[in-house]
Antibody, heavy 119, light 110 residues
Framework: QVQLVQSGSELKKPGASVKVSCKTSGYPFTTYTMNWVRQAPGQGLEWMGWINTKTGKPTYAQGFTGRLVISLDTSVNTAYLQLSSLQADDTAVYYC????????????WGQGTLVTVSS | QSVLTQPPSASGTPGQRVTISCSGSASNIGSNSVNWYQQLPGTAPKLLIYSNNQRPSGVPDRFSGSKSGTSASLAISGPQSEDEADYYCAAWDDSLNGVVFGGGTKLTVL
């Protein structure tokens, strides 16, 4: 079955960077896009960007350009999110989500990775 | 401030039909399909409705979706206690060139 398994929780200081992994199994990795969505405590969902798993080309949401990098390692069917210059308001659960048939159709999700930014 | 507008809360009894609205604009709902997600407490979101009105395998048929113009709706016919969750609508936005979500609606089953 389709599985997206993310790396564990992270505690970072302001100004630092974080890299979160999303290891997939159960389907051909390069057949579906991969998206990243975050959720601040008690808040709604925020789309961060996506990556074309065939070409490796990422696209970022406005507001993250310059400090967000989405990448792949197709040899291990894994996607990565790296966010730099972290601030307290980056504290959130970060989810990877497989892209389905349309742009906002995310048909499988990782379990989420809590990133806490605190001094 | 979310691009798509949802009511913060909704409630109903198992004998009622509950509707959750999602209002957008021409650049998102007006020109792209809408998807709905269910997020149970402490868990990752789950795709509930895709392409405006399609249910993935395993989603009970008491859940249905519709779209008209720049608005969409999620209906739950006879909500069950296990349906208590947050519900989010989502669509691609041609102006922002990205996915936008609604702010979420918390469903309470009375």
């Amino acid at each position: 079955q389709v599985q997206l398994v993310q790396s564990g929780s992270e505690l970072k200081k302001p100004g630092a960077s974080v890299k979160v992994s999303c290891k997939t199994s159960g389907y051909p990795f390069t057949t579906y896009t991969m998206n990243w969505v975050r959720q601040a405590p008690g808040q709604g969902l925020e789309w961060m960007g996506w990556i074309n798993t065939k070409t490796g080309k990422p696209t970022y949401a406005q507001g993250f350009t310059g400090r967000l990098v989405i990448s792949l390692d197709t040899s291990v069917n894994t996607a990565y999110l790296q966010l730099s210059s972290l601030q307290a308001d980056d504290t959130a659960v970060y989810y990877c989500a497989r892209g389905g048939g349309s742009w906002s159709n995310f048909d499988s999700w990782g379990q989420g990775t809590l990133v806490t930014v605190s001094s | 401030q979310s691009v798509l507008t949802q009511p913060p809360s909704a409630s109903g009894t198992p004998g009622q039909r509950v509707t959750i609205s999602c209002s957008g604009s021409a650049s998102n709902i007006g020109s792209n399909s809408v998807n709905w997600y269910q997020q149970l407490p402490g868990t990752a979101p789950k795709l509930l409705i895709y392409s405006n009105n399609q249910r993935p395998s395993g989603v009970p048929d008491r859940f249905s979706g519709s779209k008209s113009g720049t608005s969409a709706s999620l209906a739950i016919s006879g909500p069950q206690s296990e349906d208590e969750a947050d519900y989010y609508c989502a669509a691609w936005d041609d102006s922002l060139n990205g996915v936008v979500f609604g702010g979420g609606t918390k469903l309470t089953v009375l």
